[in-house]
């Protein structure tokens, strides 16, 4: 029989769907909740085998619990899930409890299903990737890690750790501080209190010495984030990445241009000497010395940049917010000092911020003076200006030199590599490309119609929130 008229309007009104089931199955009655959750008049279903509407996986495993349930000789309750087909066709997923309760004010069994659906997805969602992100971690040779705020508990580490720190996952697992134990004594306060930044909430950046049984010769470079819920650090994560080899070369190479411009500098300042020795005592070889002493000095200016190219792109360098107006100002009034006879002209306004690298202003004062020393007008000129559009900066910098040879362009542009065929003429400009590289830009060269150049120079902008 069907329920009670006052119990049905009650039921009718909840929001999961409750059926009356017999022994066998058959839907003796179905609430409201039936048209809510599957769009089937509840009507509709009463007769009919509610089996029949499940999915055909999960029919046998949900019959059988049922079954169970019911044949029970004491009290019990069931919790199964399963797929239920709706009136459109589609499935959807449930969650239902069910019991072997019944009176004689009942006509069978009650089983009482709220939808599951978007938990489900979920779930599957995370198991994706979850499986995703271990495959990835898996297959990568550096170690991604993640703690809680304190760093009591390690949460995650793929297989990488062991490699690279020298220590087994498991003793990791055991005591979340142990990796401390692998970093060199020297480097061991900076890396507390980065661990103490970055539990505050302050993203990090580290590098730092490991390994004791190998005399600290590996060198570890890390980056961590806090993450937050609301206001709160809740975890700090990162990944650990082996830069000995970059540690190694970039050592090597310093102490290489340190004596490359040690002994180039002796040798010059032999050569420069000796050519002002044979211009005194020989007078009418003067034009000869000249040419000496000034390719000498041409050799010793191309060190000094060779030195300042060496310092960018070794370093460990990031974008920040710099005024660009006030970089070309200071360009100006050097090279103003420097070439009386040139005309270099500006109307940069103020607060033209970008996010460059601090070796910028190298690059604004070496294309300037590219523009000036290029040109052999007894008033060479130069005009300099600052365009700001929504996300980037451009500097423009036009002359009335002769054409820029193409490979010098291309230098520039990134468009030529160096090779043991040809090569720029000088390395100012490759100055300039690394510079404007690391600040994550782009240069672009014109040539102007009649005579001249124009350089364009586009960084990008600093926003208010930078």
């Known amino acids: 029989m069907a329920t009670p008229g006052s119990l049905g309007v009650l039921l009718d009104h909840t929001q999961d769907k409750i059926v009356l089931l017999d022994p066998d199955g058959e839907v003796t009655y179905a609430n409201e909740g039936a048209r809510r959750i599957l769009g089937f008049d509840p009507e509709t279903l009463v007769g009919q085998n509610a089996f029949e509407y499940l ?3 999960d029919t046998a495993r949900v019959r059988a619990a049922f079954e169970r349930t019911i044949q029970n000789e004491t009290y019990t309750e069931t919790t199964v899930e399963y797929r239920h087909l709706t009136k459109d066709g589609s499935w959807v997923w449930l969650e239902a409890r069910m019991s072997n309760v019944t009176d004689d004010s009942l006509d069978g069994y009650v089983v009482s299903s709220r939808c599951i659906t978007d938990r489900i997805e979920a779930q599957r969602e995370t198991r994706e990737t979850t499986t995703r992100l271990e495959e990835l971690s898996s297959t990568t040779g550096e170690v991604l890690w993640m703690f809680d705020r304190d760093w009591s508990e390690l949460l995650f580490v793929n297989p990488a750790y062991e490699a690279v720190w020298g220590q087994p996952v498991e003793a990791l697992e055991s005591n979340p501080s142990v990796f401390l134990e692998q970093i060199h004594p020297d480097d061991v306060p900076a890396v507390e209190d980065a661990m103490e930044r970055l539990s505050g909430g302050e993203s990090v950046e580290i590098e730092f010495r490991v390994g004791p049984d190998d005399d600290y010769h590996a060198w570890l470079w890390v980056q961590g984030e806090p993450i937050f819920e609301g206001d709160e650090v809740v975890r700090v994560t990162g990944f650990c990445r082996d830069i000995t080899d970059r ?27 000796n050519a002002q020795l044979i211009e005194e005592d020989v007078p009418e070889m003067a034009n000869r010395t000249a040419v000496i002493r000034k390719t000498g000095e041409e050799l010793l200016a191309s060190a000094e940049k060779e030195r300042e190219i060496i310092d960018v792109i070794t370093d460990t360098v990031r974008p920040r917010r710099l005024d660009v107006a006030s970089l070309v100002a200071e360009s100006i009034e050097i090279l103003r000092s420097r070439f009386p006879g040139a005309r270099i002209e500006s109307e940069v306004a103020n607060d033209a911020d970008a996010l460059v690298i ?20 007894a008033e060479p000129r130069a005009w300099v200006d600052i365009e700001q559009g929504e996300d980037t900066l451009t500097l423009c910098v036009e002359d009335d030199a002769p054409e820029i040879p193409k490979v010098e362009a291309c230098v520039l542009t990134g468009d030529h590599e ?7 003429s000088g390395l100012g400009l490759w100055l300039v490309y690394w510079v404007v590289e690391l ?28």
């Open 439 to 466: 600040s994550n830009g782009k240069v672009t060269v014109d040539t102007l119609e009649g005579a001249g150049n124009r350089i364009l120079v586009t960084v990008p902008r600093a926003t208010t929130d930078e």
């Open 247 to 273: 540690y190694r070369r970039e050592r090597q190479l310093y102490v290489m241009d340190n004596l490359l411009r040690h002994n180039l500098r002796n040798s010059l300042g032999v050569i420069l000497g």
């Open 358 to 377: 601090d070796e910028f202003g190298l690059a604004v004062l070496e294309l300037l003076e590219n523009a000036i020393t290029h040109n052999a007008s």
């Open 55 to 57: 999915h055909p996986d």
């Open 418 to 424: 160096m090779d043991d065929i040809y090569h720029s």
